[in-house]
């Protein structure tokens, strides 16, 4: 590890068996002799509480902390996270290691940090359905809606008559004949998140009192995943870290869409979109990657081999979009346990493995670039809006079987980072004054206050391009009872006169004025639009809709809005969707070719620009002014060129 330059390690996060081996019996010998040896290497110790992995000797004594599944079984221990976040036992015993580890590790040279639990949004069933949730639901709800009269009221619980004269007979969502209380069900997907972001805060509170001088983190995959609100893991912890698989991401989707042939810039966006989410969290702010695929990855299939160069491009990618660090998973290959499959930086027989030479040369880039690189800002002009609520109450009642608010985000990420300009992932109360233009897909549940800071963006000047289902719901999960769009019929300039799910039969729109061009396909969904005050940019061609309204852009105030009524698919959506970013002014720092991502990071009057060729052909790139290579020192002027999976990371000269 010396030998590769690695300034820190993460350790641990699994080892509750070892460093517990009976209830209340400490042994940390093995783990300080780790942390020293470390230490003497100048290697630093982020260390993880080991939560995710309760040992035999705690669920055979308790097995009521194992998790109970969305048909109401319960799982079994053998695995990892087949925990209940609301169990008492499994809580108070999760926050005895942790604070043992903290005593014992608070003054220890070379331990500079934690990680709590691991991968908390992972796992086979993301929600727990047991007796412990259902009291802490009805205790939660107690506090949310103070009482009866008012959750009744509030949820419509006279539907099937489903009036509660006590909390305690409010059900969890598990099967019961027939689709639950939406209302009552988007509350139980916002509990199950508190409970694990209380998990989480347990320990952060004993970390903070022992550990006063150590960062916490703890370690996520972001999305495509929706299980626990993010804003709020993170809210009080140090700073986001993420964990990094592009392969494995690669091999899941290959297995989801039983394809062959993914469209080349599939992975590249949906690592872009995963680092912009993890940089937005807290922020925006520089984040660390905990985990970085090094190698096949893979627990029952391996993902594919990494090619020559792709370690080296995902570690730059990272760095790219924000990220102040980035740490490889994992460093030896198991011979034993679920992930023998997982390679790391030495093969099964401790040679090393294809991308070792590669990471180290990575390592010596990295160092020589500089804190100030890793430490720095990243401007973004463009937002790009991710909403829980709207995520979950869709889950709930897609509308239709195949709208996924998830697939939204990610098709609307994709087309809006192909036009290569800074895009911030907000949410529902973030502050907009800074973008010039908010990208907002399927913003299907719609609060009075979000409503308000829209409204405010676009009298200022802003841009603000969403599309189908606007303000549907209320937050409280009411379907409004106001024309739709309900809270921004005004600003929109338009009233949807009717929403349309497609099934059978095929509906089109074609394009005018800014939009002129080939005409779209639409996909699952058309509201149809009545403009009061809104510009037409785009009509239906088929049935008994052609002719009516598909895209409006009203002016409000010093700004525009544009509700697209369509489910714009692939070519269209993207086309139309840069169009609104060059109404917004939003200017690209270089132009590049398809394959080629750009970003920019800033510090003070500094720029960082990255070229990362995603494509396994080489790539030239025309510049308009003199730039020096950081990496390699090199001069460039009039063209830069990258080789397969190459990198460049250049400043101006
Ligand atoms: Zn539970």
């Given at each position: 590890m010396a030998e590769v330059g690695f300034t820190n390690v993460r350790i641990a996060e699994f080892a509750w068996a070892l460093m517990?081996?009976?209830?209340?019996k400490f042994d940390f010998d093995w783990l300080r002799r780790a942390v020293e040896r470390l230490h003497k290497h100048q290697i630093s110790v982020i260390l993880g509480t080991p939560s995710a992995a309760p040992p035999p000797w705690l669920t055979a004594r308790y097995p009521d902390i194992v998790e109970v599944n969305a048909q109401g079984q319960r799982l079994h221990p053998g695995?990892?996270?087949?925990?209940?976040?609301?169990n008492a036992t499994y809580r108070r015993l999760s926050l005895a290691i942790a604070t043992e580890m903290a005593r014992s590790f608070a003054?220890?040279?070379?331990v500079i940090g934690w990680q709590i639990?691991?991968?908390?949004?992972?796992?086979?069933?993301?929600?727990c359905y047991c007796d412990f949730c259902k009291a802490g639901f009805q205790a939660w709800l107690r506090t949310k809606y103070k009482s009866l009269e008012n959750l009744n009221q509030i949820l419509g619980t006279v539907f099937w008559s489903q009036?509660?004269?006590?909390?305690?007979q409010i059900p969890v969502?598990?099967?019961?004949?027939g689709d639950p209380n939406p209302g009552l069900a988007l509350d139980y997907d916002r509990y199950q998140s508190f409970a694990n972001t209380s998990v989480v805060d347990d320990q952060l509170g004993v970390l903070r009192k022992l550990c006063s001088s150590h960062f916490v983190t703890t370690n996520n995959v972001g999305l495509?995943?929706?299980?626990?609100d993010l804003r709020s893991l993170y809210e009080k912890l140090d700073f986001v870290s993420f964990d990094n698989y592009p392969g494995f991401f690669e091999m899941l989707i290959h297995q989801g869409s039983?394809?062959?042939?993914?469209?080349?810039e599939t992975i590249p966006t949906a690592v872009g979109l995963g680092h912009d989410f993890a940089r937005s969290i807290k922020g925006p702010k520089p984040f660390l990657i905990m985990e970085e695929q090094?190698?096949?990855?893979?627990?029952?299939s391996f993902s594919p081999q990494p090619e020559k160069g792709k370690v080296r491009l995902w570690t730059y990618q990272a760095i790219a979009h924000g990220a102040m660090g980035v740490n490889y998973f994992r460093w030896d290959t198991a011979?034993?346990?679920?992930?023998?499959?997982?390679?790391?930086?030495?093969n099964h027989d401790r040679s090393k493995s294809p991308a070792f030479d590669e990471i180290k040369q990575t390592v010596k880039e990295l160092k020589a670039l500089g804190s100030e690189l890793l430490n720095s800002q990243y401007p973004a002009h463009t937002a790009l809006m991710f909403d829980y609520d709207c995520g979950w109450a869709l889950k709930i009642q897609?509308?239709?079987?195949?709208?996924?608010y998830v697939e939204q985000v990610t098709s609307w990420y994709g087309a809006i980072s192909a036009s290569r300009t800074g895009i911030d992932i907000v949410g529902?109360?973030?502050?907009?004054?800074?973008?010039?233009v908010v990208f907002a897909p399927v913003v299907y549940v719609l609060s009075e206050s979000q409503a308000d800071r829209i409204k405010k963006f676009v009298s200022n000047g802003g841009v603000f391009v969403t599309n189908f289902r606007?303000?549907?719901?209320t937050e409280n999960s009411q379907m409004v009872?106001?024309?739709?769009?309900?809270?921004?019929r005004e600003v929109m300039g338009?009233?949807?006169e009717d929403y349309v799910p497609i099934y059978s039969g095929a509906q089109g729109v074609k394009f005018s004025s800014v939009l002129s061009g080939a005409d779209g396909e639409c996909g699952m969904w058309a509201d149809i639009l009545a403009p009061s005050t809104a510009e037409v940019l785009g009509t239906y061609t088929a049935?008994?809709?052609?002719?009516?309204?598909a895209v409006t852009m009203n002016s409000f105030g010093k700004g525009k809005a544009v509700y697209i009524g369509a489910d714009l698919t692939g070519a269209s959506l993207s086309r139309v969707l840069q169009a609104f970013s060059a109404v917004a002014k939003v200017q690209r720092p270089l132009e590049v070719p398809p394959g080629v991502e750009l970003t920019v990071r800033r510090s003070n009057a500094k720029d960082w620009i990255f070229l990362l060729n995603h494509t396994a052909e080489a790539q030239t790139i025309t510049i308009s002014k003199a730039f020096t290579?950081?990496?390699?020192g090199e001069r460039q002027s009039e063209k830069v060129q990258l080789g397969a999976y190459g990198v460049r990371v250049l400043q101006a000269s």
């Open positions: 517990e081996p009976a209830e209340g695995g990892r996270r087949f925990t209940c976040p609301t003054q220890a040279p070379g639990d691991n991968e908390l949004t992972l796992g086979s069933s993301p929600r009036t509660y004269t006590d909390f305690s969502p598990l099967p019961s004949g495509p995943l929706d299980t626990i039983k394809s062959r042939n993914l469209p080349p090094v190698g096949k990855a893979g627990q029952s011979t034993f346990g679920a992930e023998e499959y997982w390679h790391g930086m030495l897609p509308g239709h079987y195949a709208l996924s529902p109360v973030d502050d907009l004054s800074g973008y010039q606007l303000g549907a719901k009872r106001t024309p739709l769009p309900g809270l921004l338009v009233t949807v049935g008994q809709n052609a002719g009516r309204a290579d950081l990496v390699t």
